[in-house]
């Protein structure tokens, strides 16, 4: 069993390893109800952050009717020198967790379920009967969130994977809450993992099938850049880790070398792991559709959810003393020049990815890349101020 970090807005050890690059924002333009953007300014600066033979980037921006910017750069296969493109698959992680709670707030506007259910009414586990749905979905419930996780298994065994089992041991593990339901902020993936098991029992489908039917096939997103496999594997980027890096230093710690693959230059391929648990983090898709489902989300009419259950994702949430931390029910709240934006971040495993959205300014944005060690939230905040910037 391979051992796993995954990266959430609590964990420190990935920025530890960040090299930072100095960039130099041009000017670029954007009109009202009109977005134009001088592209060869961004595709700078995307540029700067990779070479054309080191792993690549994926970027781009949406509003609510169309495309703003979409580019790609670098390396999908360092080995064989294929080019990234923007439809090419990576690991998500814990982005996933935003289609998680858009399934949950789903299952609430066709009156299946209630926020404040308890979650006990609907899955076992072994902590307080009075956590809700909506607590799990805030990160407030209490539950534990034990880091490193050893909660992966090689894509290669997949098929003989059995995810409840998997679940019970991490539960059996765990059994002890880290605090009192609603009394404060505390990230963790097990809440996720219960939310997925939440939509099994509700459904009658597994999660992976929920999702895929009522997120992915209404945008009519393809299998071959979405879902919770790698169905194509031509499209699929390897993930990688730098030779000379502290993550690479502390592999051993993190990942066990089942996952190891071969040194492509100073890169290390990392072999394709899913996740024990696909609702915290099992999503595996391009930046294009990513930016599709947030692209609908920011449409009044959309295909996800209806105007009053999306009221959810945007309103932040407080524990029971009243006091606001920053996150709604499925996005965790950032702010830039003094623009409220709400975001989910993921990594681990040879990649690392960001999704944002910028409600009062009609945009949305994806980085994706295929390398763990990336400061994805300052290299993202760079691009979209250009994108913004008048």
Same mark, same amino acid.
């Given at each position: 069993?391979?051992?796993?970090?995954?990266?959430?807005?609590?964990?420190?050890?990935?920025?530890?390893?960040?090299?930072?690059?100095?960039?130099?924002?041009?000017?670029?333009?954007?009109?009202?109800?009109?977005?134009?953007?001088?592209?060869?300014?961004?595709?700078?600066?995307?540029?700067?952050?990779?070479?054309?033979?080191?792993?690549?980037?994926?970027?781009?921006?949406?509003?609510?009717?169309?495309?703003?910017?979409?580019?790609?750069?670098?390396?999908?296969?360092?080995?064989?020198?294929?080019?990234?493109?923007?439809?090419?698959?990576?690991?998500?992680?814990?982005?996933?967790?935003?289609?998680?709670?858009?399934?949950?707030?789903?299952?609430?506007?066709?009156?299946?379920?209630?926020?404040?259910?308890?979650?006990?009414?609907?899955?076992?586990?072994?902590?307080? !009967?009075?956590?809700?749905?909506?607590?799990?979905?805030?990160?407030?419930?209490?539950? =534990?969130?034990?880091?490193?996780?050893?909660?992966?298994?090689?894509?290669?065994?997949?098929?003989?994977?059995?995810?409840?089992?998997?679940?019970?041991?991490?539960?059996?593990?765990? =059994?002890?809450?880290?605090?009192? =339901?609603?009394?404060?902020?505390?990230?963790?993936?097990?809440? @996720?993992?219960?939310?997925?098991?939440?939509?099994?029992?509700?459904?009658?489908?597994?999660?992976?099938?929920?999702?895929?039917?009522?997120?992915?096939?209404?945008?009519?997103?393809?299998?071959?850049?979405?879902?919770?496999?790698?169905?194509?594997?031509?499209?699929?980027?390897?993930?990688?880790?730098?030779?000379?890096?502290f993550m690479n230093l502390l592999k051993s710690f993190l990942i066990e070398d089942t996952t190891w693959g071969e040194?492509?230059?100073?890169?290390?391929?990392?072999?394709?792991?899913?996740?024990?648990?696909?609702?915290?983090?099992?999503?595996?898709?391009?930046?294009?559709?990513?930016?599709?489902?947030?692209?609908?989300?920011?449409?009044?009419?959309?295909?996800?959810?209806?105007?009053?259950?999306?009221?959810?994702? @945007?309103?932040?949430?407080?524990?029971?003393?009243?006091?606001?931390?920053?996150?709604?029910?499925?996005?965790?709240?950032?702010?830039?020049?003094?623009?409220?934006? @709400?975001?989910?971040?993921?990594?681990? !495993?040879?990649?690392?990815?960001?999704?944002?959205?910028?409600?009062?300014?009609?945009?949305?944005?994806?980085?994706?890349?295929?390398?763990?060690?990336?400061?994805?939230?300052?290299?993202?905040?760079?691009?979209?101020?250009?994108?913004?910037?008048?």
């Open positions: 069993m391979a051992l796993y970090f995954i990266e959430n807005s609590e964990s420190k050890m990935i920025r530890f390893s960040i090299l930072f690059v100095a960039l130099i924002i041009s000017n670029s333009t954007l009109l009202a109800g009109e977005h134009v953007v001088k592209n060869s300014k961004v595709t700078h600066l995307l540029s700067e952050l990779s070479s054309s033979d080191e792993p690549g980037i994926q970027y781009v921006v949406v509003n609510s009717d169309s495309v703003v910017f979409e580019h790609s750069f670098g390396k999908a296969d360092i080995k064989n020198n294929v080019v990234l493109k923007s439809s090419n698959t990576m690991a998500a992680f814990s982005m996933t967790k935003t289609l998680t709670a858009i399934g949950i707030l789903q299952l609430v506007e066709r009156h299946k379920i209630r926020l404040d259910d308890k979650i006990s009414l609907y899955v076992d586990h072994p902590y307080s !009967a009075e956590i809700t749905i909506k607590q799990l979905l805030s990160h407030t419930s209490g539950l =534990p969130n034990p880091i490193p996780l050893k909660w992966v298994h090689l894509a290669k065994n997949h098929n003989t994977f059995n995810e409840k089992k998997a679940l019970k041991k991490v539960l059996l593990n765990n =059994p002890k809450a880290s605090s009192l =339901p609603g009394e404060k902020y505390e990230y963790s993936n097990i809440g @996720y993992w219960l939310l997925g098991g939440i939509i099994e029992k509700t459904t009658d489908l597994t999660y992976s099938d929920y999702i895929n039917k009522n997120v992915f096939e209404p945008l009519h997103l393809p299998n071959n850049e979405i879902g919770f496999v790698v169905a194509h594997k031509e499209n699929h980027a390897k993930g990688y880790l730098k030779k000379y890096s040194y492509e230059g100073n890169w290390l391929h990392i072999n394709n792991v899913y996740l024990n648990g696909p609702a915290f983090g099992g999503a595996i898709g391009s930046a294009n559709a990513f930016s599709r489902i947030l692209q609908s989300l920011l449409s009044e009419n959309s295909v996800l959810l209806g105007s009053n259950t999306k009221r959810h994702l @945007y309103s932040q949430v407080q524990t029971n003393s009243g006091e606001k931390i920053d996150m709604t029910l499925g996005w965790h709240i950032g702010e830039l020049n003094d623009m409220r934006y @709400y975001f989910k971040e993921g990594g681990g !495993a040879g990649f690392h990815s960001e999704m944002r959205i910028y409600p009062d300014a009609n945009l949305a944005s994806v980085l994706m890349v295929n390398r763990t060690s990336f400061n994805i939230r300052k290299q993202l905040s760079i691009l979209d101020m250009q994108v913004m910037s008048k």
